[in-house]
């Protein structure tokens, strides 16, 4: 039977996704948890009052979204072994977390985001272990909030870690 149009309820997009139950859910649900996982991600820097913070990870995550975690889980060196710790050396433990966020979900964390100290940190870090999505996603960022005052030091920095995107915005 044919109803009146005004009578149907709008259809919402056909995605087969609800809201929830999409992959990046699934995976921010699964760093959140811990549960599975079979290494452990330590920061090392102590300027944050916090100090040390380790974070449970899944090795198969990471060796998929950095090649420097698959040399480093498949060479053979202590990291590889189950139920291994490492260090992730100068990092904050926020940067971390924001770090392993973006591994697991695809997704810059909002607050890092939004400061561009945190976004030069997240980059250093995405360029250390060679997660050029994020690379991207940070150098893009970092382009658009340019300013006079940070125009010097962002030039440094894409100078450094070979950054053509920001360096060419910095001079333009």
Not at 113 to 140: I, P
Request: include cysteine; charge should be negative.
């Amino acid at each position: 039977r044919l109803q009146d149009p005004s009578a149907v309820r709008p259809r919402r997009a056909l995605t087969g996704i609800e809201e929830g139950h999409s992959i990046r859910s699934a995976f921010h649900r699964l760093l959140r948890s811990g549960i599975g996982s079979d290494v452990t991600l330590s920061s090392d820097c102590s300027s944050e009052a916090s100090g040390e913070k380790t974070f449970p990870a899944h090795r198969s995550i990471l060796l998929a979204r950095s090649p420097v975690f698959m040399k480093m889980f498949s060479s053979g060196m202590q990291e590889s072994v189950s139920g291994a710790v490492v260090k992730l050396e100068g990092t904050e433990p926020s940067v971390l977390g924001w770090f392993l966020e973006f591994l697991y979900t695809d997704k810059i964390d909002a607050e890092a985001e939004e400061d561009e100290e945190a976004l030069c940190h997240l980059l250093e870090v995405a360029h250390r272990y060679e997660v050029e999505g994020l690379v991207s996603c940070c150098e893009t960022r970092l382009a658009l909030k340019l300013s006079n005052e940070t125009a010097p030091e962002r030039l440094m920095m894409a100078e450094r870690l070979g950054l053509s995107v920001l360096r060419s915005e910095v001079l333009d």
